[in-house]
């Protein structure tokens, strides 16, 4: 079974940056895909971002040009690099990872960031 286990969230001023790490119990070549996402109250959980095995990319329109996914093989751990955070970003956000064949899809616990005005 895999784990995956985020860290970085916390309080920051608009305008700021936070980084989150999404830790993986397994190497991230096992992974076709992996991501970002959140889920302000009220709503369902959304898409931040995403790196497939070949290392494209993917934004949400909101975050695009802010935000940065990143990975790292040798300490297997997934990286969202958040620069100047808005009140509306907001939220909990999750790490996500789909398996090699498409058929099992893994998550994290969740950590919270929260941007003041």
């Known amino acids: 079974q895999v784990r995956l286990v985020e860290s970085g969230g916390g309080l920051v001023q608009a305008g700021g940056s936070l980084r989150l790490s999404c830790a993986a119990s397994a190497s991230l070549l096992v992974f076709k895909s992996m991501g970002w996402y959140r889920q302000p109250p009220g709503k369902q959980r959304e898409l931040v971002a995403t790196i497939v095995s070949d290392g494209r990319t993917n934004y949400a329109d909101s975050v695009k040009g802010r935000f940065t996914i990143s990975r790292n093989y040798a300490n297997n751990t997934l990286y969202l690099q958040m620069n100047s955070l808005k009140p509306e970003d907001t939220t909990v956000y999750y790490c996500?990872?789909?398996?090699?064949?498409?058929?099992?899809?893994?998550w994290g616990q969740g950590t919270q960031v929260t941007v003041s005005s």
């Open positions: 996500n990872a789909v398996s090699s064949t498409g058929w099992t899809t893994y």
